[in-house]
């Protein structure tokens, strides 16, 4: 039972985090005001169920979402949004050549604001979780390039910010030795056919 709730509560914290996207997405695009796309967000009036299709059966059936974790929405929204302006900054200065600034798409940049404000501002939540949680967002969205630039400008940022955290967060790897010398092989990961 225990697990299972602790299963229920991080769905809703991915969900919540998928929601506060949309919603710094909607803001742009719409230029609503930020307490109306919370509010719509939270009613259920945006995001609260989806189309789902059949395509064999040529079907369409409207689910409900999982529910939002209204806080941790509420402070990634607001936060995110009132954090913009520095947002931008980082991920402007986080980029590596090929990717412009201010040439990213809506989505992919509202996944880095979110993933930067946590990391920045949300010192509960270990970053490593943070980092898998936003990379698996951008996943979902496009393909491997902007999900693995999401992942390196948010490990960056992390090992910047938290750097106790990130080298705590990642087990040590045994050293591998030679069989029957004893000494250390070169190769870490023990899968050298000479041994």
């Given at each position: ?43 259920g009036a945006i995001g609260g169920e989806v189309i789902e299709e059949d395509l ?111 080298d705590a967060a990642r087990p040590a790897r045994p050293m591998q030795t030679k ?17």
């Open positions: 039972m225990i697990e299972k709730q602790k299963s229920n509560s991080a769905l809703r914290r991915g969900a919540s985090r998928l929601a506060a996207v949309q919603a710094l997405y909607q803001m742009d695009m719409s230029g609503n005001r930020i307490d109306d796309v919370v509010k719509d967000f939270l009613s064999d059966l040529e079907t369409e059936e409207v689910v409900p979402l999982i529910e939002l974790n209204a806080e941790m929405f509420s402070v990634l929204v607001r936060g995110a949004a009132a954090m913009r302006d520095r947002l931008d900054e980082v991920i402007a200065k986080s980029l590596s050549s090929g990717w412009e600034a201010d040439r990213l798409e809506p989505i992919l940049r509202n996944i880095l604001r979110c993933g930067i404000y946590e990391l920045l501002e949300r010192e509960e939540v270990p970053p490593r979780v943070a980092i898998s949680e936003y990379v698996g967002m951008a996943r979902a969205f496009y393909d491997a390039p902007e999900a693995g630039m999401v992942n390196a400008v948010l490990d960056r940022l992390a090992r910047e910010v938290r750097p106790d955290q990130m069989p029957g010398t004893g000494k250390p092989s070169p190769n870490r990961g023990g899968n050298d056919p000479a041994g």
